[in-house]
């Protein structure tokens, strides 16, 4: 298949992909999203095919207002008013109990389906234009760091798809925080994202954090799959000042004959990168919004030079720092050295 590129003047364009029961891939505030028609069954087939997605991994669906999702949604218990009030349009997907006409795919046969308001203009203006909540998962190949621009997404999926929305890179780098309301009595976040828990409970008070037990934040997902998600084709070790350090981590990779990539802030960069190493910057030290929207392009990056293993930076655990975190010791299958 052909894939067409779309610029952002043109929605109506892709549109009427989506209307036609094709899809098509658009930016978000978070990462590009490959969306469907969420009412049309044949279409969202589509889109677990095209990134070879587990057939049990649920989609979450995208409205572009509150009422809409109300339309999806079997009851709006308070703390979700809460919650879409304070946080939508933004990085917060709502699981509840579903209702309306949702293709059966979407939700991979669970009675709960993830619900979220997109920050992003280009994403609500094409929900509004095809007139159906689209469901979109991130739009990488499974497995392979979600995309954070359209050359990303083109690199998985071009041939595959039939057309690609042009929006430019996008602004919070990591996917958006799975919180499940459907028992409003135990709020309970499956996938740390760009609202962090501290802004939650802000809002709604204590609510649980799931994502390290059994790898919550991917379910339900098959059994192996966790050790692949987010992993760029070089292995990733997370180097940790409590464990080897730098300088030994670099000498041991490379006296094992290893092309050392490093993914860092400027600081740890200007410190340790020699003629032999191939380094990424996440930004200024300690920057985790710029680390954040670095992540993925920064893994990806390496595909394309010589490097042969990532030695990479953690962060400290609070605020988006915990998304930061989630998504890497995924893509290194929690190795710290
Ligand atoms: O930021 C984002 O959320 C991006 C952009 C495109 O909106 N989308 C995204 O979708 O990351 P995806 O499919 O890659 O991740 C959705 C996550 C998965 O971990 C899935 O298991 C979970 O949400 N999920 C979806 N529906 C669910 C449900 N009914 N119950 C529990 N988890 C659900
Ligand atoms: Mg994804």
Redo the contacts with the bound molecule.
């Keep these: 298949m052909e894939t067409i590129w779309i610029e952002k003047d043109a929605l109506a364009e892709a549109a009427s992909l989506l209307k036609k029961g094709e899809v098509v891939t658009f930016p978000?505030e978070?990462?590009?999203?490959l969306g469907a028609d969420a009412t049309n069954e044949t279409a969202v087939k589509k889109v677990y095919e095209a990134k070879n997605r587990p057939a049990d991994?649920?989609?979450?669906i995208?409205v572009a207002s509150i009422d809409q999702a109300r339309a999806y949604a079997q009851e709006v218990p308070e703390k979700a008013e809460k919650i879409m009030a304070a946080f939508w349009p933004g990085?917060c997907?709502i699981?509840l109990k579903k209702q309306g006409p949702l293709a059966a795919t979407v939700?991979a046969g669970?009675d709960?389906?993830?619900i979220?308001m997109?920050n992003h203009p280009i994403a609500l203006e094409l929900i509004r234009l095809t007139g159906k909540p689209l469901a979109?998962?991130?739009?990488n190949s499974s497995g392979k760091p979600?995309p954070t621009s359209a050359a990303h997404v083109a690199h998985d999926l071009n041939g595959k798809i039939a057309g690609i929305v042009e929006g430019g890179e996008t602004g919070v780098g990591l996917?958006?925080t799975?919180l499940?309301l459907s028992d409003p009595s135990q709020p309970t976040i499956?996938?740390p994202?760009g609202v962090s828990q501290e802004e939650i409970e802000a809002v709604i008070g204590p609510v649980r954090f799931k994502t390290n037990v059994g790898h919550q934040?991917?379910?339900p997902t098959a059994p192996g799959m966790k050790y692949t998600h987010y992993a760029p084709v070089e292995p990733v070790m997370i180097v940790s000042e409590k464990g080897l350090g730098w300088k030994k981590a670099i000498e041991i990779a490379q006296g094992k004959g290893e092309v050392v990539g490093l993914l860092a802030f400027d600081h740890t960069i200007r410190q340790y990168a020699d003629e032999q190493t191939i380094s990424f910057s996440l930004g200024e030290n300690g920057d985790v919004i710029s680390a954040s929207q670095r992540l993925f392009k920064g893994l990806r990056y390496f595909e394309d030079t010589e490097a042969t293993i990532i030695l990479a930076e953690p962060v400290e655990r609070a605020g988006i720092g915990e998304a930061y975190m989630n998504r890497l010791e995924k893509s290194a299958a929690s190795t710290f050295i």
């Design positions: 978000t978070t990462v590009y999203g991994n649920p989609l979450i995208h990085p997907t699981v939700t669970l709960t389906v993830g979220r997109p979109a998962p991130s739009a979600s996917e958006s799975v499940d499956l996938r994202g934040s991917e379910i």
